[in-house]
């Protein structure tokens, strides 16, 4: 069995067990997903997908929480593994020293999901691989479909597991490929409202305290936006690569050039005269070393936060390619400009770029005099 990766109790844990006066822990964490290990896992098969199942619950636990919680009265459990452990003491579970998984009448008592109706864990799962394609990974960059294929396989196997074992009658992840054809087909952009609040809230809030950070984001986000430059290409950028109203990209599939309009140039132009360094990356931290793709992803995650609107560096991309298309740029510009492997890739922008001005067109129209 693939040893799981040691879980840290977080502060928030450590007071909340204390406040429930838990002092030893009972249900050791992520303990409930070894289930996934013994009994859905093929033996043959490698076992490194057991954070699908952490994800998994963990989305049923933080959404339902509130609602449908089999501990009465609820206690406020702040994560899984402390609600775990509460459950565990109201209901004098002991884990032997040989369990590899808990028991079905314990898993029955403290079980958020199996409170929940078929129709409710359908609506849930679908949320959830959604949530999947739309939201991308810590590194800032989405899901590919065969990643989301795999969760849906792994719980797939969940499913027919809790069937059997408490003869749920679930059929969650029929058609459910569908679904995820449709959302990769699609092509999703900042629209132009949430785009705005974005730029107004990069331009007029200082939630930085550190200015000389602020401009960098500035900078960054208006390149970004302006270009669809790629986060790793922006991260590889030297002063050198900078000379006029032009950036040198050199990219994986070959090197391009990309102009700046007046506001690009104008952010970046007052971060380079605010720098008192001498180094060679266009794009420094604090210490004024090469930029990394965290510092760009957590400035996101930040705003994000702030705003309640969820983008990423890859977001910034698409939204600019389809604008560039829309803007009346040729397939072969867009290709060129932004670099796609290939010309299915290109059209793709191409066309959702013309077909979002054949709309704004259409909401003109008035047939009637």
Same mark, same amino acid.
């Given at each position: ?169 679930? *059929?969650?992840? @029929?058609? +459910?490929? &569908?679904? =995820?054809?449709?959302? !990769?087909?699609? %092509? ?5 409202? #949430? ?102 992803? *957590?400035?996101? @995650?930040? +705003?994000? &936060?702030? =705003?309640?609107?969820? !983008?990423?560096? %890859? ?5 600019? #390619? ?48």
């Amino acid at each position: 069995m693939q040893k799981i990766r040691e879980y840290k109790l977080n502060k928030i844990e450590k007071n909340f067990l204390r406040d429930q006066n838990i002092n030893e822990i009972i249900v050791p964490p992520r303990h409930d997903i070894l289930f996934y290990f013994h009994l859905i896992a093929n033996k043959n098969e490698v076992m490194n997908e057991h954070h699908i199942m952490v994800k998994w619950s963990d989305y049923i636990f933080n959404k339902y929480k509130g609602s449908n919680c089999p501990i009465k009265p609820c206690q406020g459990c702040p994560t899984r593994f402390t609600h775990l452990n509460v459950a565990a003491k109201k209901y004098n579970f002991e884990l032997d020293s040989g369990d590899k998984t808990l028991s079905e009448q314990f898993n029955t008592k403290m079980s958020i999901l199996l409170q929940l109706s078929k129709e409710e864990i359908r609506a849930a799962f679908e949320n959830f691989i959604h949530k999947l394609i739309n939201e991308p990974k810590s590194n800032g960059k989405k899901r590919a479909s065969s990643s989301i294929e795999t969760y849906i396989n792994q719980l797939k196997k969940w499913e027919e597991y809790r069937n059997n074992s408490h003869n749920l009658g679930l *059929n969650i992840t @029929k058609n +459910i490929k &569908s679904i =995820l054809t449709k959302d !990769f087909d699609e %092509i999703k952009i900042i629209e132009s409202e #949430a785009l705005n609040k974005i730029s107004d809230f990069i331009l007029n809030e200082n939630i930085w305290r550190n200015s000389l950070i602020h401009m960098r984001i500035k900078a960054i986000y208006f390149i970004m936006i302006h270009t669809g430059i790629r986060q790793n290409e922006l991260i590889q950028l030297n002063k050198m690569d900078y000379q006029d109203d032009l950036i040198k990209i050199n990219g994986k599939h070959g090197d391009r050039r990309v102009a700046l309009n007046k506001s690009a140039q104008l952010q970046l132009n007052t971060y380079l005269e605010s720098r008192i360094d001498q180094e060679a990356p266009l794009f420094v931290n604090q210490d004024y070393k090469k930029l990394t793709k965290s510092s760009i992803e *957590n400035s996101w @995650k930040r +705003i994000s &936060s702030k =705003l309640n609107i969820h !983008f990423s560096s %890859i977001d910034l991309r698409k939204t600019s #390619a389809v604008l560039f298309a829309m803007s009346g740029a040729s397939n072969e510009e867009l290709k060129n400009i932004y670099g796609f492997k290939t010309d299915l890739i290109s059209n793709k922008y191409f066309y959702e770029g013309k077909n979002r001005l054949a709309l704004e067109k259409q909401r003109r129209f008035s047939p009637i005099k």
